[in-house]
C-alpha cells in the first residue's frame, strides 16, 4: 500500500505541474521561437527531386 | 543588419553522404543475408556445411554487428552529414576527417566480418569485436566526434535544431558506453577478458547492450526523424516544444533501463527494480516522440497514398510506437518471467530493427539519394514492391516470433497436476517450434527480398544521374550578449533538477516516515522549479533553454551529466559490494570468505571456457537459472551472485534454443558429452546444434593458457604462481582422467584436445571443484 501512496502523490504533483506549466506558456505566448527553428528542415538547401543539373551546383537563396 | 554578418557561400560535401549511403545498402544486404542464412540453420541444422566458421555460434555475432554497426551505423552517418550541414548552414569541418571517418569505419566492418567467422570474440552480445577493433572503433569514433563539433564551431545558424541534440547525445553517449563495457586487458593481440566478471560485468554489458539499442539504433534515428519527416512532409514539426521534453526526458531515463535484461537473475533486486521502474517510465518519452513524428503529417496525410517515402516513414515511427510500448511491457518482472529467454525477446528486436530502423532508413535513403545525384527515383513501382513485400516479411517474422515465444514459454513453466513439469524434455519445446522457425525464415526472406529490390532500384537511380554537391550563400549569426556556458550549466533548471534527482535517491533509500518528508519536499521543489523556471529570464525575454540551444559545449556537458546520472547510481555501488561473498570466521575470530565460495577454474576448464566462447555458445544457451519452480525442477537450484565471481566474461546468455547450462555438471557421463558434440542428434533427436567435430583436431596450449592465466590474476582471480607454473603438468592430468574413462567406452581421444577441454569445463559447470571427487565421471550408463 506504501507505493500506491507514493505513485498517487507523484501522479499529482506532476499534474498539477503539468497544468501549472500549461497555463503559464499560453500565457506567455513566446512561440515565435520555437516556430522558427522548427521550420529549418524546410530551408531551400537540396534539390528538388528531378532536378538534373549539367554543372556541379545550383546556388539558392538562404534567409 | 550588423557589420560583423556577412553572406558566405558555402558548398555543402555531400560526397561523404553518397559514400555512407551506398556503403550501407550494400552492408544491409551482407547483414540481412546472414541472417537469413542463420535462421536457415535453426530448421535445417546442415546448412552450415560442417564448416565450423560457418556455425550459428560464430555468424549470429556477424549478423547482428553487421545489421547494427555496418547498415543502420553507416545509414546513420550519411543522414547526420546530411542534415547536419544543413541544419548549421556550414560545409563539414574536415574533408580530411570525414574520409578517415568512412574508410575507418568500413575497414573496421571488414576486419569484424574476418574475425567473428574465425571464432575470435569477447563473447559479449553486441560487443564481441576483439581489443584491437575496439581500439579502432573508439578512434574512428572521436575522429566522427571531432569532425561533428568542429562544424557545431563554425556554424552559421546560432541556434541548434531538435536534431543536433540527439546526435550530441548519441556521440557522447555511445563513447562512455563502449569504453566502460570495453575495459579489458589483452593476453594476446586476438583475446582479452574483460576487468569486470560475473554480476557485475552482467551489469556493464547489459548497461551498454540496452544503450546502444537506446543511443546507436534510436537517439540518431529520431535526431533524422526530425529532420527528414518535415522534410519528406514539407510541414515542420508538430510540435518544438514537445521535442524538448521527448528528448531530455528520453536521454535521461533510457540509461537506467539496462538492468530489465537481467529480471530474476542473480543480480542484486534493487538494482532489477530500478531497471523495470525507468523501463515503464521510457514509455511516456517515447510515445511523445512517436506521436510528435506521426502529427507532423497532419494537413498532409494524403502523401501516404501517394509518396512511398512517407509510407516508410509511417510504418517505421509506428513500429518504434510498437516496440516503445512492447519493450516496457517485456520489462515488468511478471511479463519477463515468462519472455525472458523465449523468441518473443527476437521478435520484439526484430520489430526495432527491420521496422523502425529498416524502414526509416530505407525512406531517407528513397528521399535523399535522388537528391543526391540530381535525378529522379528509378522506380517508384518497385519502392512500393519493396515496402509491401518488407511489411509483409517483416509482420511474418514478428508474429512467427510472438507466437513462438509466448507458447514455449508457457511450454517451459507448465506443471502437470502432480507439481511436476509437464514437459520435462527441452527438446519437446524445440520441435513445437520447427513451423514457426519456418515462417521466420520466410519472413526474413521477404525482407531481404525487399531490401535487394530496394538496392537494385537505387543502383540505378544512381547510375541515371550525376553526383551533385548542393552550394548555396547563407547568413551567418550575429553573437549575442548572453550567460556563458558555465552560468548556463548552473543556471536554474539544472539546480531544480540535481535537488529533484538527490531527492528521489533520498526516497529510495529512506524509510516509511522519511519518506513522506522527502515527497513533500520534493512536491514543493517540482511546482516551484516549474513556477521559477517560468518566469526566470536570463535577459532580453530569452529562456534558459533557448540560450542552452546556441550554446554546444553547455548542451553537451548537461546532456553527459544527464547520461551519467543513471550508469553510475546502478553500477557503482554493483562495482563495489563484496555481500554476496559467503564470509565465515576463523579460529582466530577473523572474518575470512569460506573455503566453500566459487574457486577458479583450473587450466583445463578454463581452455574449455574459452572455446565455448570462441564457439558462440551463449547464442543458444543460457547459464543463469531463475528462482521458479519450473527452472529448478528443470535445471537445479537457482543460481546465486558468488558462483559467477571468476567468469571473466559472465556467460548468462539471453536466449534458450538449448537448454540452460548453469548446472550441467555432472548431469551427464562424458560420453555423453562427447557424443553430443560430434553428433548432437545422437543424443537429443531433432536438436538443431551444430556439430563440433573439429574440437577433436585441435590441441589446447599450454603455453597460452600459462599467459591467459596471469591476465587472470589481473582481473582478480586468485591463482597462484604455482597455478600457473603447474599448467601444463595440470592439463594433462586433468585431461587424462577425461581421456581414460572415454578409451574404456571405446573412444580415443587426446587428452589436450579441445574436445576434452570443452568436456572439463561442462562437467564443472555449477559445482566447485571441491564438489567434484578424483573418480569423475561418475554417471557413465546413460546417454540420453
Known sequence: ?63 | MSASVQTKHVVYDDGIVRAFTLASLIFGVVGMLVGVIIAAQLSFWQANFGISWLSFGRLRPLHTNAAIFAFVGNAIFAGVYYSTQRLLKTRLASDFLSWLHFWGWQAIIAAAAITYPLGLTQGKEYAELIWPIDLAVVVVWVVFAINFFWTLGKRNEKNLYVAIWFYISTIVTIAVLYIVNNLQLPTSLVHSYPIFAGVQDALVQWWYGHNAVGFFLTTPLLGLMYYFMPKAAERPVYSYRLSIVHFWALIFVYIWAGPHHLLYTALPDWAQSLGMIFSVMLWAPSWGGMLNGLLTLRGAWDKLRTDPVIKFYVVAITFYGMSTFEGPLLSVKSVSALAHYTDWIIGHVHGGTLGWNGFLVAGIIYWMVPRLYGTKLFSKGLAEAHFWIGTLGMLLYVVSMWVGGVSNGLFWRALGPDGFLQYPDFIEGLRALRFLFLMRLVGGTLYLTGFLIMTVNIFMTVARGKAVNVETDVVGFEKTPGPNTWKLIAGAPMVYSAIVIALSILLGVSGVITSAAVLAAGAVVVVAAILGIGVTRQGQGTTWHRFLEGKPLAFTIIALVAILIGGLVEIVPLVMIRSEVPMMTNAEGVMVESPFTQQPYSPLELAGRDIYIREGCYTCHSQQIRPFRHETLRYGEYSRAEEFRYDHPFQWGSKRIGPDLARVGGKYANLWHYLHMNDPRSTSPDSNMPAYMHLMTRQVSTDMMMARMEVQTKVGVPYTDEDIKSAGPNILSQGTLIADDLLTQGVPIDPQSEMVAMIAYLQRLGRGPQAITAEEPVATSEVN
Do not use: C, W, Y
Open chain 1, 1 to 63: 500500500m506504501d507505493v500506491l501512496i507514493v505513485l498517487v502523490f507523484i501522479s499529482l504533483v506532476l499534474v498539477v505541474g503539468g497544468l501549472i506549466f500549461l497555463f503559464r506558456t499560453l500565457k506567455e505566448g513566446d512561440s515565435e521561437h520555437a516556430d522558427r527553428l522548427s521550420l529549418l528542415p524546410l530551408a531551400k538547401d537540396d534539390l528538388a527531386e528531378g532536378d538534373n543539373l549539367n554543372s556541379q551546383s545550383k546556388p539558392k537563396e538562404n534567409s
